[in-house]
């Protein structure tokens, strides 16, 4: 009978655990970066059921968990990719790979986790750098459709959704003067036939889009109107009915604006439809500092590492924006804009580290990183630091994951230890031994 | 700040005297080819004059403290098309070898400066990848401030582009079909196609080279013919043929790097670097028993289909296998950071420091023959320096100052307090042309900004 | 109001009356007597004396005696200029009279140099003048008495030929049929080779290197065909050869420097078109003893350009010091002369050489720049350019200093023609508005 018992024991706790929840586990005796305040040495992080329990300097391990030693090893929150691509294209120069960008202005019913591949190659090779969760983005005139944040694990788009629909994504529309280059370079694309070539032009596209767009969302409204009253012959209508969460405040609008006038309508637009912002790349936020104070709208930085937008820029312009908003108490969070290629999202620490040598605050680059990027999109109760009550996305390092040379030990996601194994890991190793 | 410079250059007499020497006092020294050195280093007539724990300062010499700070060669990038105009291929024709970069060059592109302030002081300037066989190409420091011809890396060998694989194919094969108005598609269409463009062009250049030896041979005998005319693109193929010329490759896959190898052994030349080559670490013995260098980049994939097996490790994986590697951008932004790239080296796949640092100094040095002059901190080498406020391959540093033949041609404390100047002069000429723009007003906000 | 009735009528018949009424007196004899004669290859003389006989200048003095029968103009107030010229001009010749050299429509791609793409090098401007162009008289109504006109359009354009603006036959109206080969650097857009700037210089290298080899080889073949293979006939080498100035777009100190380095190499004698920022090159040019035709477009902020776009510093700077080029070049000694760059009413032409004035160059420069300078960079200065006895009798006549607005023009001599400018001209004039 007691045989019973002790084998039972084990049962009870894996049974107590369902197969969602991860494991239970003990990390024992390494550097705990909890960001939510100073670092623990020799700590503890406690995990039961892919939550955390707790971090601190003496944990006791409870009977039976599996400790995990970590000496020398320094654990953070695992890394959050803020803006990419990720799983809706896998090869930049193979059309049938793409799904980012659909047809049509007007499209705040299209949801990006729908065409997310758990397959793409991208996924494991992304989180083999520590990033354990992603905002994927679908892009296109106007808007696009809902942002999606996914952890980058999980054998179905639904495990490995965080929040199907993070955010409306708008991209504002600008004013922009087509130059027709004197010498087109042969075999260079041609610039659109209908591109505006005199800034009045140009202005009239822009100053119709606005209309629509203001058109869309009272139309949005209205419909709420009519639904809530259950008018006569009341329709829904998927499109609308998508606007319904962003109009009651309840879904914020992630506006990708990039230049200063862009930025500006922006908050313009967001004043007048009284919807929740998030501004997205606004590499010239910088211009509009006191603006955007104001109001506390949150930003999430393109790549640090980036040309100046103009020439006349300094050198270092991108390099500097994020401390440049930190000091003046904004909260933002560095996305990749990733889909492939040069800025693949595994590279996300580094774009934080080079603000770092420009200005920002170690601390604040990490933040950048992990919990200001849970906070702006929502998920601050359940991710972004090691605390307790929220999941088990960690990642456990030999060093500063801010610098390139630092190793990735381990990742855990919901507790549950990820493989770091991809396809470029095993293409090395095939011909490292290769006779 | 630039403009400035320049303005103050073009003002100043012409001929500029030689620079005083610079002493970089108690800093840690990079040499790249002999170790670490704690101490100091002497920059005197273009050269560096002096390494060592401690270095007297000649009379007149501009003394700097370079205590916390490190010290390491100027960076050379092995692949990049900035301070070019009109464009960078010659794409209308598959073998384009009488056109060149050295006709086109643009010394006041603003991507110069930029590379030169993340410590890039050599470029390797490249047609692009449009062509089986491109343009010529031509070395360059970046002496922001002077003109192309002065730019030019005197004595440096120069060099041809090639392209294989995707690229050189793209306009034979067009992704909507054939475009209006276009009569003919450019051959080729498939890599086979390509191979048989390179050959076939050598083949030509050989024919064309033996009938001015049949001429020559006639000439000397004082017998009457007509001298065959000067072909400029079989020119470039005989340069190739007689060494004088350097072959760059762009390829990815390693059936493509072996069939390169192949036919450049056929047609008698050596392939001097293999650019990209995404796929080498599979063939790294070929490549090593070849001689041919590697260029390539960290971590760069997935943007194309022959770039789907790109792998981080590919240049610690060549490395080991006995391949001269060297990191490149073929970017204007990524050739700013190619200090934080030669890092990934180390983290995917081990390469240790001073390797890492190699693969952006000594290693593109030696694979464009210039390594008797640059690549590494050696007294008698052009006094090309970088001065770094950390370690060059960690991410929290960055560069300070940079010396071209001794000359300082960036210095991040000068190019801060240069900006309120800069900017004011453009108001100043925003104002005597009529017309500042508008601060744009916020629409229908809160806020309206005055003009 | 004239221009709507010739409009209306278009009759070859009303403008020749018109010309005729313009034209009253055939070439006779004339005194210009107590007028201010700026000679240019001499002093200006205050009161003196102008003697046109049967085309030609005949004396220049403080007291010739005036020939009996003579039509006598008393100068009083009045002052002569030599005729203007436009030193690199499209009047006299309509746009379209140009095919594109090369290539027929349909033909296949060019696949390099050796197919002479966009070459028209053999045609010469003074077979395409057409007599009865509206431009022409435009211009001799502005006070412009000779164009140096080219054919255009490709990359070798043609021969340059100077010719009068004035005449019934184009025959008559030449002084020089050939001078200089206009070469652009263009791209051959969607029919092969050159497809970029670096293929179009380089194809300019290949066709001087040809036509240098075609030159020897018909040399060694004409004195001794026997046992030869025959060099074959190239009419676009032969077009080459038959002028040894050649011009050379350059605009930029770049461009210039390019351009110089190129010309050098090829061992071309040339002179460079554009000259905008010449003041920077002005001494490589000196060392080169290279003429520079500068353009009277000066580079300008495009009326359709986005406001808020930024323009960098150095583009700034190019506009703002672009007319301070003349005179750079005068202070350095650098042959120079001033043309229309494709703006039509001479009146702006004239602003913009005040302007260049105004911004440095002596008003003696400048008119020697529309006038003489012009002649001797072609080598016609024995025959134009300046009020000399025995010069072709090209002369215009003020009623007060050429750069002043409300100056007006009261005669034009070509060939010793006398003309009188059309009324609705003086109306553009003293409107001051350009048309």
Redesign the interface.
């Given at each position: 009978m007691r045989w019973l018992l002790i084998l039972a024991l084990p049962a009870f706790w894996l049974a107590a655990a369902d197969s969602d929840a991860g494991d239970s586990f003990l990390l024992r005796g390494g550097t705990i970066h909890t960001l939510s305040g100073a670092p623990i040495d020799n700590g503890s992080v406690l995990v039961r059921n892919g939550k955390i329990i707790g971090a601190g300097k003496d944990i006791a391990a409870p009977k039976g968990i599996k400790v995990i030693e970590i000496k020398g090893l320094q654990v953070y929150p695992g890394m959050i990719d803020a803006a990419t691509e990720i799983g809706l294209a896998?090869?930049?120069?193979?059309?049938e790979t793409l799904d980012i960008r659909e047809i049509g202005r007007f499209n705040p019913q299209l949801v990006a986790l729908t065409a997310v591949n758990p397959s793409s190659?991208?996924i494991p090779v992304t989180r083999a750098n520590g990033i354990t969760t992603a905002a994927t983005l679908p892009q296109g005139e106007l808007i696009s459709g809902q942002v999606s944040l996914i952890h980058l694990d999980g054998w179905t788009t639904d495990e490995m959704a965080v929040s199907r629909t993070a955010a409306l994504h708008l991209r504002i529309p600008s004013?922009q003067?087509s130059t027709r280059p004197v010498?087109?370079?042969?075999?260079?694309a041609p610039p659109p036939a209908a591109a505006p070539?005199?800034?009045?032009a140009?202005k009239q596209n822009f100053d119709k889009q606005?209309t629509e767009l203001n058109e869309f969302f009272d139309s949005a409204r209205r419909y709420r109107e009519a639904k809530n009253a259950k008018a006569a012959g009341f329709r829904p209508d998927l499109k609308l009915e998508a606007m319904i969460p962003v109009l009651e405040g309840k879904e914020p609008v992630l506006v990708t604006a990039i230049?200063?006038?862009e930025i500006?309508?922006a908050?313009?637009?967001a004043?007048?439809q009284k919807i929740k912002m998030i501004l997205c790349q606004a590499p010239e936020a910088y211009k509009v500092i006191k603006?955007i104070q104001q109001r506390d709208i949150p930003v999430i930085l393109g790549p640090t590492?980036?040309?100046?937008l103009?020439?006349?820029d300094?050198?270092?312009r991108a390099y500097t924006t994020p401390a440049e908003l930190q000091k003046a108490g904004i909260k933002f969070a560095i996305g990749t804009f990733s889909g492939?290629?040069?800025l693949?999202s595994?590279?996300l620490p580094?774009q934080a580290?080079?603000a770092?040598?420009?200005g920002l605050p170690?601390e604040e680059a990490l933040k950048a990183i992990t919990r200001n990027a849970a906070e702006i999109w929502g998920v601050g109760d359940r991710m972004g630091t090691i605390e307790e009550g929220k999941w088990a996305d960690l990642v456990i390092t030999d060093g500063d994951p801010?610098?390139?040379?630092?190793?990735i030990r381990q990742l855990f996601i919901k507790g549950k230890a990820v493989d770091l194994d991809n396809k470029?890991?095993q293409?090395?190793e095939k011909?490292?031994n290769?006779p | 700040m630039k403009t400035l410079v320049l303005l103050t250059l073009v003002c100043t007499a012409a001929v500029f005297a030689a620079d005083p020497p610079v002493l970089i006092q108690n800093a840690t020294i990079l040499t790249i080819t002999n170790g670490t050195v704690k101490g100091s280093i002497l920059l005197e007539n273009d050269k560096i004059a002096a390494i060592g724990e401690r270095v007297a300062a000649p009379a007149g010499a501009a003394v700097i403290d370079g205590s916390g700070k490190y010290v390491m060669p100027g960076i050379i990038d092995c692949h990049s098309h900035i301070m070019v105009d009109g464009g960078i291929n010659e794409a209308s024709v598959s073998v384009a070898s009488m056109a060149g970069i050295p006709d086109v060059l643009n010394p006041e592109a603003i991507a110069i400066y930029r590379a030169l302030a993340g410590g890039v002081t050599t470029v390797n300037v490249l047609h692009g990848s449009a062509d089986a066989i491109g343009g010529r190409t031509v070395v360059m420091k970046t002496r922001w401030g002077k003109s192309a011809e002065e730019m030019k890396f005197a004595g440096a060998l120069p060099g041809l582009k090639f392209a294989l694989g995707e690229n050189p194919k793209r306009r034979g094969n067009p992704a909507g079909g054939v475009p209006p108005g276009v009569v003919e598609l450019r051959y080729p269409a498939t890599r086979m196609g390509v191979e048989d463009v390179i050959r076939q062009a050598f083949s030509e250049a050989k024919a064309y080279r033996a009938n001015w030896e049949e001429w020559n041979a006639k000439a000397a005998r004082g017998e009457l013919a007509i001298p065959p005319a000067r072909d400029w693109k079989l020119e470039a193929l005989v340069e190739v043929l007689e060494g004088k010329r350097l072959v760059h490759v762009h390829c990815y896959r390693q059936d493509e790097i072996l069939m390169m190898l192949r036919v450049a052994e056929e047609a008698g030349f050596k392939v001097r670097t293999l650019q990209h080559a995404l796929e080498g670490y599979k063939v790294a013995g070929e490549i090593a028993r070849s001689g041919a260098g590697i260029s390539t980049f960290a971590d760069w994939w997935a943007y194309k289909m022959e770039a789907q097996d790109a792998i981080p490790y590919n240049a610690a994986l060549l490395t080991r296998k006995g391949v001269l590697v060297s990191l490149n951008s073929d970017d204007p932004e990524l050739m700013r950071h190619l200090d934080k790239e030669a890092a990934k080296a180390m983290k995917y796949g081990g390469l240790s420091e001073a390797e890492a640092l190699s693969l952006i100094t000594i290693n593109p040095a030696r694979q464009l023959m210039i390594d008797g002059r640059v690549g590494s901190l050696e007294v008698g080498k052009d006094a090309d320096v970088l001065l770094y406020d950390g370690h060059p391959l960690s991410n929290f540093s960055k560069v300070l100052k940079v010396w071209i033949d001794g000359h300082q041609y960036f210095d991040r404390d000068q190019d801060i307090a240069d900006r309120p100047k800069q900017e004011a002069e453009r108001k100043e000429l925003l104002r005597k042309l009529g017309g500042e723009p508008r601060r744009p007003a916020i629409e229908g906000g809160t806020e309206r900004q005055t003009p | 109001m004239m221009n709507s009735i010739m409009k209306a009528w278009k009759l070859p018949a009303l403008f020749a009356m018109v010309l005729a009424a313009a034209a009253a007196e055939g070439p006779g004899t004339y005194v210009i007597r107590d007028a201010r004669i700026v000679r240019v290859s001499a002093p200006a003389l205050e009161h003196g004396v102008v003697v046109i006989r049967d085309g030609l200048i005949e004396s220049v003095g403080e007291n010739v005696p005036a020939p009996a029968g003579a039509w006598i103009l008393d100068g009083n107030g009045l002052t002569v200029y030599p005729g203007l010229v436009d030193a690199l001009s499209t009047w006299g010749i309509p746009a379209n009279g140009n095919g594109r050299g090369g290539a027929g429509q349909g033909a296949a791609a060019a696949r390099g140099p050796e197919d002479r793409p966009l070459n028209a090098s053999w045609a010469k401007a003074a077979d395409q003048i057409v007599p009865t162009d509206r431009s022409i008289q435009t211009a001799r109504d502005g006070g412009f008495t000779t164009a140096v006109s080219f054919p255009r359009g490709n990359i070798f354009s043609g021969q340059g030929s100077i010719f009068n603006l004035a005449g019934e036959r184009a025959g008559e109206m030449v002084i020089a049929d050939s001078v200089a080969q206009l070469i652009s650097f263009r791209t051959n857009t969607g029919r092969g080779f050159p497809g970029s700037l670096m293929g179009a210089i380089a194809y300019v290298r290949q066709i001087y290197s040809d036509a240098d080899h075609y030159k020897m080889a018909r040399a060694i073949y004409e004195k001794h065909p026997e046992g030869l293979r025959r060099p074959a006939y190239d009419r676009a080498l032969e077009g080459v050869l038959e002028t040894s100035l050649v011009l050379l777009p350059a605009e930029t100190n770049v461009e210039i420097e390019r351009m110089l380095a190129f010309a050098r190499e090829l061992k071309l004698r040339a002179v460079l078109y554009g000259g905008h920022e010449a003041w920077r090159a002005a001494d490589l040019l000196k060392q080169a003893n290279t003429p520079v035709l500068v353009s009277l477009k000066y580079p300008e902020r495009s009326r359709d350009a986005d406001p808020a776009q930024e323009e960098p510093l150095r583009l700034l700077q190019f506009r703002e010091k672009a007319p301070s080029a003349p005179a750079a070049l005068a202070r350095m000694g650098v042959k120079f002369a001033f043309y229309s760059d494709g703006v039509t009413n001479p009146r702006d032409l004239i602003r913009a050489v005040k302007k260049a004035v105004d911004a440095g160059l002596s008003e003696d420069d400048a008119i020697r720049a529309l006038t003489l300078a012009p002649a001797e960079i072609y080598g016609v200065e024995s025959r134009i350019g300046s009020i000399h006895a025995g010069k072709i009798a090209n002369l215009v006549v003020m009623d007060g200093d050429l750069f002043a607005e409300k100056t007006r023009i009261k005669y034009i001599f070509v060939d010793g023609n006398r003309f009188e400018p059309l009324p609705e001209e003086q109306a553009a004039r003293t409107g001051g508005g350009a048309r």
């Amino acid at each position: 009978m007691r045989w019973l018992l002790i084998l039972a024991l084990p049962a009870f706790w894996l049974a107590a655990a369902d197969s969602d929840a991860g494991d239970s586990f003990l990390l024992r005796g390494g550097t705990i970066h909890t960001l939510s305040g100073a670092p623990i040495d020799n700590g503890s992080v406690l995990v039961r059921n892919g939550k955390i329990i707790g971090a601190g300097k003496d944990i006791a391990a409870p009977k039976g968990i599996k400790v995990i030693e970590i000496k020398g090893l320094q654990v953070y929150p695992g890394m959050i990719d803020a803006a990419t691509e990720i799983g809706l294209a896998e090869v930049d120069g193979v059309r049938e790979t793409l799904d980012i960008r659909e047809i049509g202005r007007f499209n705040p019913q299209l949801v990006a986790l729908t065409a997310v591949n758990p397959s793409s190659e991208h996924i494991p090779v992304t989180r083999a750098n520590g990033i354990t969760t992603a905002a994927t983005l679908p892009q296109g005139e106007l808007i696009s459709g809902q942002v999606s944040l996914i952890h980058l694990d999980g054998w179905t788009t639904d495990e490995m959704a965080v929040s199907r629909t993070a955010a409306l994504h708008l991209r504002i529309p600008s004013i922009q003067v087509s130059t027709r280059p004197v010498q087109p370079e042969e075999g260079a694309a041609p610039p659109p036939a209908a591109a505006p070539t005199t800034f009045a032009a140009a202005k009239q596209n822009f100053d119709k889009q606005i209309t629509e767009l203001n058109e869309f969302f009272d139309s949005a409204r209205r419909y709420r109107e009519a639904k809530n009253a259950k008018a006569a012959g009341f329709r829904p209508d998927l499109k609308l009915e998508a606007m319904i969460p962003v109009l009651e405040g309840k879904e914020p609008v992630l506006v990708t604006a990039i230049r200063e006038r862009e930025i500006r309508d922006a908050i313009a637009f967001a004043d007048k439809q009284k919807i929740k912002m998030i501004l997205c790349q606004a590499p010239e936020a910088y211009k509009v500092i006191k603006e955007i104070q104001q109001r506390d709208i949150p930003v999430i930085l393109g790549p640090t590492l980036e040309l100046p937008l103009n020439e006349d820029d300094p050198y270092d312009r991108a390099y500097t924006t994020p401390a440049e908003l930190q000091k003046a108490g904004i909260k933002f969070a560095i996305g990749t804009f990733s889909g492939t290629a040069s800025l693949s999202s595994r590279n996300l620490p580094y774009q934080a580290a080079q603000a770092v040598a420009f200005g920002l605050p170690h601390e604040e680059a990490l933040k950048a990183i992990t919990r200001n990027a849970a906070e702006i999109w929502g998920v601050g109760d359940r991710m972004g630091t090691i605390e307790e009550g929220k999941w088990a996305d960690l990642v456990i390092t030999d060093g500063d994951p801010l610098e390139t040379k630092t190793q990735i030990r381990q990742l855990f996601i919901k507790g549950k230890a990820v493989d770091l194994d991809n396809k470029q890991k095993q293409l090395y190793e095939k011909y490292l031994n290769r006779p | 700040m630039k403009t400035l410079v320049l303005l103050t250059l073009v003002c100043t007499a012409a001929v500029f005297a030689a620079d005083p020497p610079v002493l970089i006092q108690n800093a840690t020294i990079l040499t790249i080819t002999n170790g670490t050195v704690k101490g100091s280093i002497l920059l005197e007539n273009d050269k560096i004059a002096a390494i060592g724990e401690r270095v007297a300062a000649p009379a007149g010499a501009a003394v700097i403290d370079g205590s916390g700070k490190y010290v390491m060669p100027g960076i050379i990038d092995c692949h990049s098309h900035i301070m070019v105009d009109g464009g960078i291929n010659e794409a209308s024709v598959s073998v384009a070898s009488m056109a060149g970069i050295p006709d086109v060059l643009n010394p006041e592109a603003i991507a110069i400066y930029r590379a030169l302030a993340g410590g890039v002081t050599t470029v390797n300037v490249l047609h692009g990848s449009a062509d089986a066989i491109g343009g010529r190409t031509v070395v360059m420091k970046t002496r922001w401030g002077k003109s192309a011809e002065e730019m030019k890396f005197a004595g440096a060998l120069p060099g041809l582009k090639f392209a294989l694989g995707e690229n050189p194919k793209r306009r034979g094969n067009p992704a909507g079909g054939v475009p209006p108005g276009v009569v003919e598609l450019r051959y080729p269409a498939t890599r086979m196609g390509v191979e048989d463009v390179i050959r076939q062009a050598f083949s030509e250049a050989k024919a064309y080279r033996a009938n001015w030896e049949e001429w020559n041979a006639k000439a000397a005998r004082g017998e009457l013919a007509i001298p065959p005319a000067r072909d400029w693109k079989l020119e470039a193929l005989v340069e190739v043929l007689e060494g004088k010329r350097l072959v760059h490759v762009h390829c990815y896959r390693q059936d493509e790097i072996l069939m390169m190898l192949r036919v450049a052994e056929e047609a008698g030349f050596k392939v001097r670097t293999l650019q990209h080559a995404l796929e080498g670490y599979k063939v790294a013995g070929e490549i090593a028993r070849s001689g041919a260098g590697i260029s390539t980049f960290a971590d760069w994939w997935a943007y194309k289909m022959e770039a789907q097996d790109a792998i981080p490790y590919n240049a610690a994986l060549l490395t080991r296998k006995g391949v001269l590697v060297s990191l490149n951008s073929d970017d204007p932004e990524l050739m700013r950071h190619l200090d934080k790239e030669a890092a990934k080296a180390m983290k995917y796949g081990g390469l240790s420091e001073a390797e890492a640092l190699s693969l952006i100094t000594i290693n593109p040095a030696r694979q464009l023959m210039i390594d008797g002059r640059v690549g590494s901190l050696e007294v008698g080498k052009d006094a090309d320096v970088l001065l770094y406020d950390g370690h060059p391959l960690s991410n929290f540093s960055k560069v300070l100052k940079v010396w071209i033949d001794g000359h300082q041609y960036f210095d991040r404390d000068q190019d801060i307090a240069d900006r309120p100047k800069q900017e004011a002069e453009r108001k100043e000429l925003l104002r005597k042309l009529g017309g500042e723009p508008r601060r744009p007003a916020i629409e229908g906000g809160t806020e309206r900004q005055t003009p | 109001m004239m221009n709507s009735i010739m409009k209306a009528w278009k009759l070859p018949a009303l403008f020749a009356m018109v010309l005729a009424a313009a034209a009253a007196e055939g070439p006779g004899t004339y005194v210009i007597r107590d007028a201010r004669i700026v000679r240019v290859s001499a002093p200006a003389l205050e009161h003196g004396v102008v003697v046109i006989r049967d085309g030609l200048i005949e004396s220049v003095g403080e007291n010739v005696p005036a020939p009996a029968g003579a039509w006598i103009l008393d100068g009083n107030g009045l002052t002569v200029y030599p005729g203007l010229v436009d030193a690199l001009s499209t009047w006299g010749i309509p746009a379209n009279g140009n095919g594109r050299g090369g290539a027929g429509q349909g033909a296949a791609a060019a696949r390099g140099p050796e197919d002479r793409p966009l070459n028209a090098s053999w045609a010469k401007a003074a077979d395409q003048i057409v007599p009865t162009d509206r431009s022409i008289q435009t211009a001799r109504d502005g006070g412009f008495t000779t164009a140096v006109s080219f054919p255009r359009g490709n990359i070798f354009s043609g021969q340059g030929s100077i010719f009068n603006l004035a005449g019934e036959r184009a025959g008559e109206m030449v002084i020089a049929d050939s001078v200089a080969q206009l070469i652009s650097f263009r791209t051959n857009t969607g029919r092969g080779f050159p497809g970029s700037l670096m293929g179009a210089i380089a194809y300019v290298r290949q066709i001087y290197s040809d036509a240098d080899h075609y030159k020897m080889a018909r040399a060694i073949y004409e004195k001794h065909p026997e046992g030869l293979r025959r060099p074959a006939y190239d009419r676009a080498l032969e077009g080459v050869l038959e002028t040894s100035l050649v011009l050379l777009p350059a605009e930029t100190n770049v461009e210039i420097e390019r351009m110089l380095a190129f010309a050098r190499e090829l061992k071309l004698r040339a002179v460079l078109y554009g000259g905008h920022e010449a003041w920077r090159a002005a001494d490589l040019l000196k060392q080169a003893n290279t003429p520079v035709l500068v353009s009277l477009k000066y580079p300008e902020r495009s009326r359709d350009a986005d406001p808020a776009q930024e323009e960098p510093l150095r583009l700034l700077q190019f506009r703002e010091k672009a007319p301070s080029a003349p005179a750079a070049l005068a202070r350095m000694g650098v042959k120079f002369a001033f043309y229309s760059d494709g703006v039509t009413n001479p009146r702006d032409l004239i602003r913009a050489v005040k302007k260049a004035v105004d911004a440095g160059l002596s008003e003696d420069d400048a008119i020697r720049a529309l006038t003489l300078a012009p002649a001797e960079i072609y080598g016609v200065e024995s025959r134009i350019g300046s009020i000399h006895a025995g010069k072709i009798a090209n002369l215009v006549v003020m009623d007060g200093d050429l750069f002043a607005e409300k100056t007006r023009i009261k005669y034009i001599f070509v060939d010793g023609n006398r003309f009188e400018p059309l009324p609705e001209e003086q109306a553009a004039r003293t409107g001051g508005g350009a048309r």
